[in-house]
């Protein structure tokens, strides 16, 4: 099974991908973590992608896609793939779906999770982090008993600079700036599934699945003669 996850920062796409690497035993493409490998391990191009990073720009699409395609030559991924949060633009769908058919490992499916924007702004700006044991709350969805007060060991509570609130609207800005192209893009070409992620992990999850399910089944229908 060969797909992509997107969905906006908050909808939690990260840990519905986790979920999907165990059932379909597929492994995630990551490009953040193929960079930072490729970088300490000192080849061609990790070394061109770090003289980039240390200028603080961003890394070329030329130096990400010849990484992935590295990855996605490995012998993990002969039964399929992942990717969360990428493509990130429409331009990059384009240039992704090039490569993947010349490697004639052409995507089954992209699913989609959509969040409500405020409810995403809750749950990044409602996120606190225990500074002693690292237990996550959620002051409005998953809040302790006791405010500012750990539920496991009684210590206080931290919150991260990207969930302030002018960040996260910054970042969902962003997002949605690129997102119209891209689903576009993909519903054009007919592989789009869209999923809402409201409801618990568990319930998202089984809708994600049956989109991915659904799409083997079209997949294998259209093959038959």
Known sequence: MNLVLLGAPGSGKGTQAKKLIDKYSIPEISTGDILRKAVAD????????????????????????????????????????????????????????????????PLAVVVTIDVDRNELIKRMTGRRICSDCGQLYNIYLLPPKKDDVCDKCGGGFFRRNDDKEETVKKRLDLFEAEKNPLIDYYRKKGILKSVTG????????????????????????????
């Open 42 to 105: 000192g080849t061609p191009l990790g070394s061109d992608a770090k003289a980039f990073m240390e200028r603080g720009e961003l890394v070329p699409n030329s130096i990400v896609f010849g990484m992935v395609h590295a990855r996605l030559k490995r012998e993990d991924c002969k039964k399929g793939y992942i990717f969360e949060g990428f493509p990130r633009n429409a331009a990059q769908a384009v240039a992704l779906d090039k490569m993947l058919s010349v490697m004639n490992i």
């Open 198 to 225: 409201s409801g618990s992990v568990s319930d998202i999850f089984l809708k994600v699945c049956a989109a991915v399910d659904g799409s083997k089944a079209s997949s294998v229908r259209e093959r038959r003669p």
